[in-house]
């Protein structure tokens, strides 16, 4: 069964400590794994699309990369703004997107 | 208007009331889905449409019927609902192809009571 798991769930970090968060794939054709950001509240916000193993994108503070199991969403030197839920999510199909359960940052000034 | 939008933000709701969510996107995409999300679980697909085709329902309850009048437009039709539906109701829009993100509206918060 085609299955993605995030973790942590949850993670505090003090401004500035820098950290990455995983996402572990199971399935049986990844076409792209993509990292999306969501605001309490709020629908989804695109961040990154990965395409194949060994791929990496930066932006700001973020910085997602990927192998053949998993994918770490890194944040460098993160300000309180960017407290929020991210997702990871696999496409498998043409129409068909799985989804994690998030993992919950928080980010103490 | 830009991306995907939704109305209403918020919905409260008693068990034998019937209202509709609405979704418009604004991408030119082919392909629009709804999607459920609730505490701690992933999103849940519940029905995706393609050039105003359903072409999956994923076993949703018959009490939660989509209709897609054109490829911009989207409602999701509530009726006898139960308190366990309440939950994030999230609308998106991708365009087909082999790899393609899917964008999301900003989600309507409903609550049945």
């Known amino acids: 069964e085609d299955q993605v798991t995030q973790s942590p769930e949850a993670l505090r970090l003090q401004e500035g400590e820098s950290s990455s968060l995983n996402c572990s794939y199971t399935v049986s054709g990844l076409r792209g794994l993509f990292w999306y950001r969501q605001d309490p509240g709020k629908g989804p916000e695109f961040l990154f699309t990965l395409y194949s193993a060994g791929e990496e994108k930066e932006k700001e503070r973020l910085k997602a990369t990927l192998t053949k199991k998993e994918s770490f969403l890194h944040i460098t030197a993160p300000k309180p703004e960017d407290s929020a839920t991210y997702l990871c999510?696999?496409?498998?199909?043409?129409?068909?997107?799985?989804f994690g359960t998030g993992t919950r940052l928080k980010v103490l000034a | 208007e830009t991306g995907v939008t939704q109305t209403p933000r918020h919905l409260v709701m008693g068990m034998t009331n019937k209202k509709s969510l609405k979704c418009e996107q604004h991408?030119?995409?082919?392909?629009m889905y709804w999607y459920k999300q609730s505490a701690k679980k992933p999103l849940e697909l519940m029905f995706v449409y393609n050039f105003k085709e359903q072409t999956e329902n994923n076993s949703v309850p018959s009490r939660f019927s989509p209709e897609c009048p054109n490829s911009s437009h989207l409602f999701l039709h509530l009726h006898t609902l139960q308190p366990e539906d309440s939950a994030l109701y999230l609308c998106a829009s991708s365009q087909e192809g082999e790899v393609t993100e899917a964008f999301f509206g900003q989600g309507t918060r409903l609550t049945v009571v």
């Open positions: 991408l030119g995409h082919n392909a």
């Open positions: 999510a696999v496409q498998t199909g043409t129409y068909k997107y799985i």
